[in-house]
């Protein structure tokens, strides 16, 4: 329709060049570096195929890199990491629930409308067991606790609903969650309305373990973060990597910006300059780096006038 | 639906290197969003008025693609596949479940610079005025058509339905659109109108 085609605000081309290539390139970069598990709990090591499940998706597990030691615990913390057992069921199907009942992993309260509320009781179980205790009640619903920075646990970080009959309301708990060392309380969850169809995913934050990689990160600089309260402006590398050996704070990459290359570096000269940070692990960020102190700018394509922004 | 021009754009070369031929998930991530980056970026931006939420949208397409990547099925259909997460990634964000991505920063402030609101003549806000008034399935019907150029097939993977319903539907929202069309004031009376509705966006 000639219309409609003439409102068009941009084309492909024209939105991917209002971005840097650096940054379209970092992105991709980024996002194969994240660990990706397997629905049982195992793990792959890089480089094997996963095979295809025909319900459940075949994911593997990436190690960062070959020799990098807070991989090799990931693994070893995988390896010892001990699932909850399943829970079976003694009831009779066609038996009513009661208003509440509390199962392994999490517990189930009818809401006055027909529909169900759910919260985490052990945020550490496998999910395959939250999965188990969802397809008891015939919910499609997939819930996983990942390992996330300090200002996101307790929070969303991931959900998807394809279906189109009505929606998850996610339960979150942020300050209230905490699970690596002393406890494991994460009372996050969902409310089911009635009418509810699936399939759904819902991805919560919780405290990551020793050795865990951040599945997804706030701002290095936020506060409960590993950087709160530093200024990184001008600095360089050497600077910044001190300040940070001060909070006891490692680099576990710096990604390398502007034209001199990109991907992830374990080494980068001192004097170089530091523009930006990630976190990246408990202890442990990424830097954003490179050879000036400005980062390059955007350039105008020669001829345009930069409209002036109305409201 | 989006409100950008033409704006600022960033010059230099790809530094998207065409992978080396080989199994790996990171090959063939990286295989795909060479070839599908564009496209997604495009149907993103056309549809967000923020910034911000089209660089969460965007990265949240794609991890979503990097984790699910055996359920991607081989170009062409990619492109239509990730047009689908990133419809209802973009539904998320307009019913209030918005997550910033610290993924998203660096792709967040580009587009924060760029940015700009589109510029449209009488004619074009006449036209533009009239598709504002359509129910959001109609005018993501008409989209994906005029925009993304897809056929009524194409359309019906995207929204996963059937060809038919795409070609029922796609029928009342043209008739209406038409009948939108008409009912908006004649140009001449309508360039201040215009500028006040720009304003309010």
């Known amino acids: 329709m000639n219309e409609i085609t003439r409102i068009s605000p941009v084309t492909d081309d024209e939105a991917t060049r209002m971005a840097r290539p650096q940054t379209l390139a970092d992105l991709a970069n980024q996002i194969t570096a994240m660990p990706v598990e397997t629905p049982s709990g195992g793990y792959r090591l890089a480089g094997q195929r996963a095979g295809r499940s025909h319900k459940r998706r075949a994911l593997l597990v990436v190690p ?68 188990a205790e969802f397809a008891r009640r015939h919910l499609d619903i997939t819930l996983q606790m990942r390992p996330v920075s300090p200002s996101l646990v307790g929070s969303v970080f991931y959900m998807d609903e394809p279906g189109n009959g009505p929606h998850l309301v996610p339960i979150t708990a942020k300050g209230a969650c905490d699970t690596p060392g002393g406890g494991d309380v994460c009372p996050v969850g969902v409310q089911i309305p009635a009418g509810f169809r699936g399939p759904a995913e819902i991805d919560f934050g919780r405290a990551a373990r020793p050795g865990e990689q951040y599945v997804s990160t706030g701002s290095a600089f936020a506060p409960g973060e590993a950087m709160y309260g530093m200024s990184i402006r001008g600095e360089t590398v050497t600077e910044v990597v001190g300040q940070l050996r001060d909070r006891h704070v490692s680099v576990a990459y710096f990604n390398v910006q502007g034209s001199t290359g990109n991907g992830l570096v374990h080494s980068v000269p001192g004097g170089w300059y530091v523009y930006d940070a990630d976190p990246w692990a408990p202890g442990q960020v990424m830097l954003f780096v490179g050879p000036t102190e400005q980062q390059p700018a955007p350039t105008p394509p020669p001829g345009n006038p930069v409209p002036t922004p109305t409201s | 639906m989006c409100m950008v021009s033409k704006g600022e754009t960033w010059k230099g070369e790809s530094v998207l290197s065409p992978p080396v031929a080989s199994d790996s998930r990171q090959d063939r ?37 990097w984790r699910r990547l055996e359920e991607v099925p081989s170009s062409p259909e990619a492109r239509l596949w990730l047009f689908g997460v990133a419809r209802r990634t973009l539904a998320n964000h307009h019913r209030g479940e918005r997550r910033r991505l610290a993924l998203a920063d660096r792709l967040r402030d580009d587009l924060a610079i760029t940015y700009r609101p589109p510029q449209h003549t009488a004619e074009e806000s006449r036209i533009v005025a009239a598709f504002r008034r359509l129910p959001a399935d109609q005018r993501e019907l008409l989209a994906l058509n005029a925009w993304e150029g897809l056929d009524y097939g194409q359309i019906a993977v995207v929204l996963g339905c059937s060809r038919n319903t795409v070609r029922v539907r796609m029928f009342r929202a043209r008739k209406r659109m038409a009948s939108e069309l008409a009912s908006v004031p004649a140009p001449a009376l309508w360039g201040s109108l215009a500028r006040t509705e720009m304003a309010h966006e």
Do not use: K
């Open chain 1, 64 to 131: 960062l890199v070959a020799g990098l030691s807070a991989a090799a615990a990931f693994v070893a913390v995988a390896g010892n990491f001990t699932s909850a057992p399943h829970v079976t069921s003694n009831r009779a199907s066609g038996q009513a629930l009661p208003a509440t009942q509390t199962a392994q992993a999490l517990a189930f309260t009818t809401s006055p409308g027909g529909g169900l509320t759910v919260i985490v009781r052990d945020p550490l179980a496998d999910p395959a067991v939250f999965r």
């Open chain 2, 29 to 65: 991530f990286q295989a795909m969003y060479q070839a599908c980056h564009a496209a997604v970026l495009g149907y993103v931006v056309r549809r967000t008025a923020s910034p911000e939420d089209a660089a969460d949208v965007i990265a949240e397409t794609f991890l979503t693609c």
